[in-house]
């Protein structure tokens, strides 16, 4: 992932944002998938954590947690309600993306992008769009979504998470469940037994895997 970044001049004074006062709202969303989805279920998410468990149906379960924090409790649930999601149940090919509409997303927030008086802004791309994100809090919507999969034996499942967290935890069985994540990454393996953990943050754009050992 390429950060672009605009310069702008210094502000001649800045303006702090009290977040004391600043108001949470959730939203949540599940999904069974078929018995096929096993053969290839891909899931795209912008900013937020990924989970992924050992499940116990036949097909992928996904439950999503939509998190949004803004000025008053009304234009919080606005900015909850404002995420989309599509979802495509189709055997092999079965996917789900957030969707964050540029139209009520213009600049999403995003915790550890570069901050500075240089920056003016940076744009990542995300579904094939150029979106634009900010390190400030006062100058993006701020909203991530976390998302929970439990995910069958010997299933395979691939995850675009730019940024955020992906961690997957599960049985001993070799590979049962394959594990990508692609986007701003940097590695942080916990070998041996134990689950491995990807975490995922705007420093390098290389690709890492990880799978339930």
């Given at each position: 992932m390429k950060l672009t970044l605009s310069?702008?001049?210094?502000?001649?004074?800045?303006?702090?944002?009290?977040?004391?006062?600043a108001a949470t709202s959730t939203a949540a969303r599940d999904w069974q998938f078929k018995d096929d989805s096993v053969g290839g279920l891909a899931?795209?998410?912008?900013?937020?954590?990924?989970?992924?468990?050992?499940?116990?149906?036949?097909?992928?379960?996904?439950s999503v947690r939509v998190t949004a924090e803004a000025a008053s409790a009304q234009?919080?649930?606005?900015?909850?309600?404002?995420?989309?999601f599509s979802m495509r149940d189709a055997g092999s090919s079965s996917s789900l993306q957030v969707l964050l509409p540029e139209a009520k997303f213009p600049t999403i927030y995003i915790a550890g992008v570069p901050?500075?008086?240089?920056?003016?802004?940076?744009?990542?791309?995300?579904?094939?769009?150029?979106?634009?994100?900010?390190?400030?809090?006062?100058?993006?919507?701020?909203?991530?979504?976390?998302?929970?999969?439990?995910?069958?034996?010997?299933a395979r499942l691939v995850v675009r998470n730019l940024f955020g967290?992906?961690?997957?935890?599960?049985?001993?069985?070799?590979?049962?469940?394959?594990?990508?994540?692609?986007?701003?990454?940097?590695?942080?393996?916990?070998?041996?037994?134990?689950?491995w953990k990807c975490r995922v943050t705007p420093e390098s754009s290389r690709p890492i895997a990880a799978a339930v050992p």
């Open positions: 310069f702008v001049p210094l502000l001649a004074a800045l303006v702090l944002a009290a977040s004391a006062d899931i795209d998410n912008l900013v937020g954590d990924v989970n992924i468990e050992r499940g116990t149906a036949a097909g992928f379960q996904v234009e919080a649930d606005r900015i909850a309600r404002a995420v989309e901050v500075g008086w240089w920056v003016g802004d940076a744009k990542t791309e995300y579904l094939g769009e150029k979106r634009r994100v900010t390190g400030y809090k006062d100058k993006g919507v701020q909203v991530r979504v976390d998302i929970l999969v439990r995910a069958p034996e010997d967290d992906a961690v997957s935890s599960g049985s001993t069985a070799e590979e049962a469940v394959s594990v990508r994540a692609t986007g701003p990454a940097r590695s942080s393996w916990i070998p041996a037994a134990g689950p």
